[in-house]
C-alpha cells in the first residue's frame, strides 16, 4: 500500500470518535458481510446514491480498501447512481491528496479513472453509472444508500439481498466555496473511519 495512503489510514483508526448511534447505523452491514463470510460466498456490496459522483464512489473505494487491508477476501466493492452524470474532479483530488494514485483513462463527459492504492494491485474503476448497469452485480448484492434523496426516491433495487441506509451529508453543499477542499477532506476521512470500523468488526 502506498506510504502516505497507510498514513492516512493510521489516522482514522481510532473508533473511539464513533457514536454509538452511528456505529448502530453500520451494524447491519458488519451483519451481512458476517453471513455472507459464515456461508463462504462472495460479498458484493453497491453503494448508490442520487449522481454517482460524491458518496457513493467515497464510500465504494474505502470499502474495498478496507476489505484489502483487514484481509477480507472476496469482497467486491461497486457504486452506481439514480441517474449517471461524472465522478467528481474534486473527489479524486481529495482522494489523491489522501494517498491513492488515480489515472484518468478516457477523456470525455464521464470519464474513467483507474484508483490505485498499491503498486502491485489491480486498481479500482471509477466513473459514473446508474445502479443497474451492466457493470454491477445483478443480485445477490447488498444495496448500500448513501443518500437520504436516493433512499427515498428508489424505493425498489431490483435483485438486492438487503438494503442498508448508511447516509452521509453532500460534500457538493460546499462547492464553489472557501470550505470546499477542508469539506471534502472531512467527509472522505467520515467514511473512511465508518468503512474501516465495518471491517474491523469482522472474524474470518
Avoid at 33 to 54: G, L, V, W
Avoid at 121 to 147: E, H, L, Q, R
Avoid at 177 to 201: D, G, N
Amino acid at each position: 500500500m502506498y506510504s502516505k495512503l497507510s498514513e492516512t489510514i493510521q489516522s482514522i483508526l481510532d473508533f473511539n470518535t464513533l457514536s454509538t448511534e452511528r456505529k448502530a447505523v453500520l451494524q447491519p452491514l458488519v451483519d451481512f458481510i458476517e453471513q455472507k463470510i459464515a456461508n463462504h460466498q462472495n460479498i458484493n456490496i453497491n453503494f448508490i446514491c442520487t449522481h454517482n459522483s460524491r458518496r457513493s464512489h467515497l464510500s465504494q473505494i474505502w470499502a474495498q480498501v478496507a476489505a484489502l487491508y483487514f484481509k477480507i477476501p472476496t469482497v467486491y466493492c461497486y457504486s452506481g447512481g439514480t441517474e449517471k452524470t461524472a465522478l467528481s474532479p474534486k473527489v479524486v483530488e481529495t482522494l489523491q491528496h489522501q494517498g491513492f494514485e488515480i489515472l484518468k483513462i478516457s477523456e470525455n463527459t464521464n470519464p474513467v479513472y483507474a484508483i490505485k492504492f498499491d503498486e502491485n494491485a489491480a486498481p479500482i474503476i471509477g466513473f459514473s453509472k446508474k445502479f443497474d448497469s451492466p457493470f454491477n452485480p445483478v443480485s445477490d448484492f447488498a444495496a448500500v444508500m448513501t443518500c437520504s434523496q436516493a433512499d427515498e426516491g428508489c424505493p425498489f433495487i431490483a435483485g438486492a439481498e438487503k438494503r442498508i441506509p448508511i447516509t452521509y451529508e453532500d460534500p457538493k453543499l460546499s462547492d464553489n466555496t472557501p470550505e470546499q477542499t477542508k469539506i471534502y477532506a472531512e467527509r472522505s476521512l467520515q467514511i473512511a473511519t465508518e468503512m474501516f470500523y465495518v471491517f474491523s468488526k469482522l472474524k474470518l
